[in-house]
Nanobody
Framework: QVQLVESGGGLVQAGGSLRLSCAAP????????MGWYRQAPGKQRELVAT???????DYADSVKGRFTIARDDAKSTVYLQMNSLKPEDTAVYYC?????????WGQGTQVTVSS
């Protein structure tokens, strides 16, 4: 049963921007670290960014200065603003709720950056 619903992916030219959204049930969102991961074809899933309930953030080196993660507690939604996109950012992006004992994943949204 999918509890995290991502949206906002698509096709964009290099240098462009996209904003991903992930809606979660309040019970899942409220007390957990939320994160965005991505998986490119033939590669392992990798961490992109995380945000704690107190809004401490962490980013992969490859996206620092270009991507911004944010959370809206009133909407139980986490966002990933992606600027200055590069072809190497092409991947399926997954939202995740990092619970103490397990991780809950969304279904993923495709981001394709053309050169």
């Amino acid at each position: 049963q999918v509890q995290l619903v991502e949206s906002g992916g698509g096709l964009v030219q290099a240098g462009g921007s996209l904003r991903l959204s992930c809606a979660a049930p309040g019970s899942l969102f409220r007390d957990n670290i939320m994160g965005w991961y991505r998986q490119a074809p033939g590669k392992q899933r990798e961490l992109v960014a995380t945000i704690t309930p107190l809004r401490y953030t962490d980013y992969a080196d490859s996206v620092k200065g270009r991507f911004t993660i944010a959370r809206d507690d009133a909407k139980s939604t986490v966002y990933l603003q992606m600027n200055s996109l590069k072809p190497e950012d092409t991947a399926v992006y997954y939202c995740a709720a990092l619970r103490p004992t397990r991780t809950t994943w969304g279904q993923g949204t495709q981001v394709t950056v053309s050169s």
